[in-house]
């Protein structure tokens, strides 16, 4: 790299075809290790060389003629070098010494698209963002990018949702990627099942290195490590990211605060107007709200979005009616399509869903599936045009109805007392939990929690219809608060379809730090809502709200005093069926 820091790297290609003939690339990065030696006696079933997803990409861009070029960024794998934070400065800039380091191989026509899913979409989009000009391809180098399961604004989405630090997960996290940096064996806090973690840790002796002549292998690691152990540590650094306009010690690059940070990110990346695919899923942290913001914030005129049913890393189906677990989804297929389609000029019937009849030269398309009917839709406006907002409205007696309560031409006021309670909550294998398990866990509500009548949360009930009905969208709870102690607490909603036999299946959920929540006093359809931020749509003219999670305008709580609050539901298209009502679940803390 331009600093003198080495990347490691392995170049894969079709050996069978012409050594003079130049070819377009596929670039991947991962802070994940690119591949794990194997110990004996797993190498004789494994071979000596592993990789857990990424074979099932490279192989198939292989065959049909792509070079694929996949690295470890610096201070994670075999690469040297040492991370300031995660998608730090550094890491952007490599991504433009390795886009030109591409172009000026001999193999290289210049043409280059990239790829990465969770924090390695990151990776990929950061190529896009620094696209490089070049005149092999006629302009700009990176052609077309794929990001898949990958959070858009990592306070928003992933850290700190609803304003509340993810601790879990982060702990979680931060302990795997320190295994991982430095070699040493994953703990049961991440693979929490015994025998799968002595599987893995049995199994890998770390990632393979790349060794010039006459080095030595254990020196070369040894040096390795002794940088990587100066990476920053997320279980302490996002502690001091609480809100996003507040100065930050370890941000690098031309900014000093997560406002700044993300919204240069977004500026060069609507900039650079190259064309995307992104990939997402109803169940995955908070990502696929991020997701609908990267689509309604792009510039490109090509940009194509895929929502379905599954965990992090769409390795499960995670649909509560799904008849197995397995994803039956031809990611692989997707790719090669949208590559192809854009750095090959191959528009043949694997790909002529691109086009858009009505505006050939302008492709936005989501293609999304609905839970429950089990189905999947296209539209190209986000929610489709056939939605409309329908307001519910909570009734005393824990009901729930279409009509607003009016007495007298008078709006009715119900009041409901929510006890705190520290211990209640929906079981461990949440959309939270699972983002780094997916490997290992399958999505799972505790239910049961709901169901009985002990449970200190308050639900309410709408009834179900003989026709039934989709929630496609992005659904809101708007609700007035009275805190006794004055002191800022935290709130969460989930709605859930239930059967009469009283059987449940999850819908969605909100969650929010109240002294994040207020909102103005008018209606949310209007345009003077106050602290919430929107992600429009260009073409479409819709929106995605947000609140601003700033200092500046966080919440001074009064005990007793009246307080208006605005939870956002995540995304969802869920079909409730006949008959089946639909439970909210309000409880706090």
């Known amino acids: 790299m331009r600093d003198g820091v080495k990347i490691a790297a392995d170049v894969y290609y079709d050996g069978r075809m012409e050594a003079t003939k130049k070819r377009p690339t596929i670039v991947m990065g991962t802070r994940y290790s690119r591949a794990f030696l194997t110990k004996w006696p797993f190498q004789y079933i494994l071979g000596t060389k592993f990789q857990f997803k990424q074979t099932s990409i490279i192989n198939p861009m292989v065959e049909r003629g792509y070079v694929v070029l996949f690295f470890d960024v610096r201070g994670t794998g075999s690469s040297f070098g040492f991370k300031k934070h995660d998608i730090s400065y550094e890491e952007e800039m ?60 990592y306070y928003r989405d992933l850290t700190y949702p609803g304003g509340m630090l993810n601790t879990g997960l982060m702990h979680t996290w931060g302990a795997f990627t320190r295994s991982l940096e430095l070699n040493e064996p994953v703990n049961n806090k991440v693979i929490r099942s ?79 107007k190259t064309p995307i695919m992104i990939v997402a899923s ?50 692989t297929q997707e790719l090669v399509s949208f590559f192809d389609f854009h750095m090959r000029g191959h528009h043949d019937d694997t790909n002529m869903h691109y086009y858009d009849e009505e505006h050939p030269n302008s492709v936005a398309l989501i293609r999304y599936f609905t839970v429950g009917d089990e189905a999947w839709k296209e539209t190209s406006t986000w929610p489709p045009k056939d939605t409309t907002m329908t307001p519910v ?17 008078e709006k009715v006021d119900f009041v409901d007392q929510l006890v705190p309670d520290y211990n209640q909550g929906v079981g461990k294998n949440t959309r939270w939990n699972v ?76 969650h929010l730090r109240l002294s994040h929540g207020a909102i103005h006093a008018s209606t949310l359809a209007d345009d003077s809502v106050h ?59």
């Open 94 to 153: 490599d991504t433009l010494d390795i886009t030109k380091w591409i172009v000026a191989q001999r193999w290289s026509n210049g043409v280059i698209g990239t790829f990465g899913a969770s924090y390695d979409g990151a990776i990929a989009e950061a190529f896009a963002t620094h696209n490089h000009k070049n005149a092999k391809a006629d302009g700009r180098s990176i052609k077309a990018y794929v990001t898949m399961f990958s959070p858009f604004d």
């Open 194 to 272: 015994k025998v799968k973690n002595y599987l893995f840790n049995g199994a890998f002796a770390g990632p393979p290195l790349i060794l010039n002549d006459n080095e030595n292998a254990d020196e070369v690691r040894s040096k390795i490590i002794s940088e990587h152990q100066k990476n920053w540590d997320p279980r302490v650094g996002l502690f001091e990211a609480n809100v996003v306009d507040k100065p930050i010690s370890w941000l690098t690059g031309p900014n000093n605060t997560l406002n700044e940070w993300s919204q240069r990110l977004w500026k060069n990346q609507h900039e650079a």
């Open 282 to 331: 109803w169940y995955d942290a908070s990502f696929c709200r991020g997701a609908f913001k990267r689509f309604m914030t792009s510039q490109t005129n090509y940009k194509r979005m895929i929502i379905g049913p599954w965990t992090h890393g769409g390795d499960q189906n995670a649909s509560p009616y799904a008849r197995t677990r397995k994803a039956h989804f031809d990611f």
């Open 393 to 409: 409205y909570l009734m005393d007696q824990q009901k729930l109805t279409f009509f607003e309560p009016i007495l007298n031409d």
């Open 435 to 510: 983002v780094l398990q997916q490997e290992f866990s399958s999505l799972r509500y505790d239910l049961t929690k709901i169901l009985i009548k002990q449970s200190k949360m308050l639900r309410y009930v709408l009834p179900g219809t003989s026709s039934g009905y989709e929630i496609t969208g992005n659904a809101h709870l708007s609700l007035t608060l009275s805190l006794d102690d004055g002191q800022d607490g935290c709130l969460f909603a989930y709605l859930f379809s239930r059967h009469e036999s009283g059987a449940m299946k999850y819908i969605t959920e909100g």
């Open 531 to 589: 602290h919430v931020d929107t992600y429009h749509d260009n073409a479409s003219s819709t929106a995605i709200m947000e609140h601003v999670f700033t200092e500046k305008d966080k919440l001074t709580i009064q005990p007793n005093s009246p307080l208006q609050v605005t939870i956002l539901f995540e995304p969802i298209s869920f079909y409730v069926k006949p008959h089946h009502d639909i439970v909210l679940a309000i409880t706090g803390w």
